[in-house]
């Protein structure tokens, strides 16, 4: 089998092609980046990955059996088309699998909700595309808040804009290991799987 990962010089996208390249079972794995020098490290094929650029995609998607579509981080309409452009190249070159990397979050109400309801599109693109496919729903990363450790351990509290906002977080070694199976396990397909711990506040985090 034949994997591909996309987005491979970001760090969510370069943390799950290093755990599918260690744990590596008889598989091909080859990553797909917009600029592919800047993944050049990781030891593997990589292939430009461009989500702006379909007829590139369909090339680059050539051979490839399960795809990872890794979320973009352009703004929530322009992102909508990039994916679907992912997903229409894959159909072209014959991928018989995608699975997505989503979020959680609320639909209404709130700032980050736009970038939540694009998310749930491709979801819903990913689900009519007529592909085998898994998606998961990350919780926010925690390493951002790790590089202020330092600080909040002198001041004695973790004191942000955050207040009682609870939030479900994981790190991107764990999603890596999620997505890895999401991949590889067919009997997971035509679901969607929720990627987070159990809602905290920040105040409650130990910084110890």
Not at 32 to 47: M, Q, S, V, W
Not at 59 to 83: C, E, F, K, N, W
Not at 113 to 132: F, H, I, K, M, Y
Request: proline content about 4%.
């Amino acid at each position: 089998m034949t994997i591909a990962i996309t987005a491979v010089s970001g760090q969510l996208g370069g943390a799950i092609a290093r755990n599918l390249i260690e744990t590596a079972d008889g598989e091909t794995i080859i990553g797909l980046a917009r600029t592919p020098a800047n993944a050049k490290d990781l030891g593997i094929e990589i292939r430009a990955g461009d989500y702006g650029q379909p007829e590139q995609l369909r090339a680059s998607l050539a051979g490839v059996d399960t795809l990872l579509l890794v979320s973009g981080m352009d703004a929530p309409d322009a992102r909508i088309q990039q994916h679907r452009n992912v997903i229409e190249a894959a159909k072209a070159a014959g991928v018989q699998k995608i699975v997505y990397t989503s979020i959680q979050g609320v639909e209404e109400g709130t700032a980050f909700s736009p970038v939540v309801q694009s998310n749930r599109q491709t979801e819903a693109d990913v689900r009519d595309s007529g592909l085998a496919y898994a998606i998961g729903r990350n919780g926010i990363y925690i390493e951002p808040d790790v590089e202020y450790i330092e600080s909040y351990k002198a001041k004695g509290e973790i004191a942000n804009s955050a207040g009682a906002g609870k939030c479900g977080y994981t790190t991107r070694s764990e999603l890596a290991h999620a997505y890895a199976c999401l991949l590889r396990n067919d009997t997971l397909n035509g679901q969607t799987f929720n990627l987070w711990a159990l809602p905290s506040v920040k105040p409650s985090l130990p910084i110890t």
